[in-house]
């Protein structure tokens, strides 16, 4: 009777056992794969997740920035002990080909050091070292983590299990941790400086902490410090996916945010008393079609609204005045429209 019931506890045990791996690795992000892997050369790339978004033909050149200072790159690299995020966010952006990537890392330090070396005349002639060859980057793109560690409930959900049994059951609940990340990416737009686009991303993955019960990393476990080994890496991994599918799902439908009078030309909010003069100050839209107004270049409604009048009225007076002709209200067309 007693062999019996040691082999029924075995098999309860190995039963429950089985339920909790198996419903720790449904939850695993990418199934336990990395999110993020594979290779890309140019448009071309292999072993990219099947869940990323693609781009039929880039949408510009992207440099990836990340902010050493922050705090999050702290609780990253020292924590969790994992590496910076610019690798893994360029291979994504690569395979997915809606943006060309451009180097500004350390290996822009190693670009600069040759072509120190031509223009000393080191190098051979025929190395074709010269200057107007570099890209530039269109946007940068900012990441950024956000983490959040708690315990599963799972101990609660085994306290009824008595004996040696629940002992040991409750030492793998224990175990278990819930581990949660989200992501931010701010895209900006590198000649304005306009923030074009902002995507959050999350995933949540459950394991074993330090993977000691499951042996699959070993005592080494966040110190092996690769994002294809650890749960903390895959599932940092799979939230900046997912912050990347929802940037590019939102700058495919991307329209301009429009300013009346421009950008950066002092708003449609302007505070009282402040300047007119200089660079634009608080120069409106209507005050311009009262001044074209003046000038006989504009005809219509004084709305402060831009239309095809107003744009056509603007050019007129770029054209006669030696200005650029682009139709905006422009800081040039400010100070020349307050001149006269």
Known sequence: MQSYRLKSGFRMFGILATTLLAGCAQMQVGGGKNPVGGSAAGSASTGAASKLEHCPRPLGTLAVEENINDPWYAVLTQQYK?????????????????FVVVDRGRAMDSMMGERGLAASGELRGSSHMGHGQMV?????????IQF????????GALSAIGGSYG???????ASMKSSEASTTMMLTDTRSGVQVAAAQGSAKNIDFAGGALLGQFGTGGANMGAYSQTPEGKVIAAAFLDAYNQMVQSVRNYAPQRVAGGLGTGGVLAVDGASKQGT????SLADAQRKLAELGLYTSKVDGLPGPGTSHAISTFQQANGLSVTGQLDAATVNALQAR
């Open 280 to 283: 634009g100050g608080s120069y």
């Open 82 to 98: 994992l590496p910076s995020t610019v690798p893994l966010i360029r291979l994504m952006v690569q395979q997915s080909n809606c």
């Open 167 to 173: 002992a040991i059951l409750g030492a793998v609940a």
């Open 136 to 144: 530039a980057a269109d946007y940068i793109v900012t990441p950024s």
């Open 148 to 155: 959040s560690e708690h315990t599963g409930g799972a101990q």
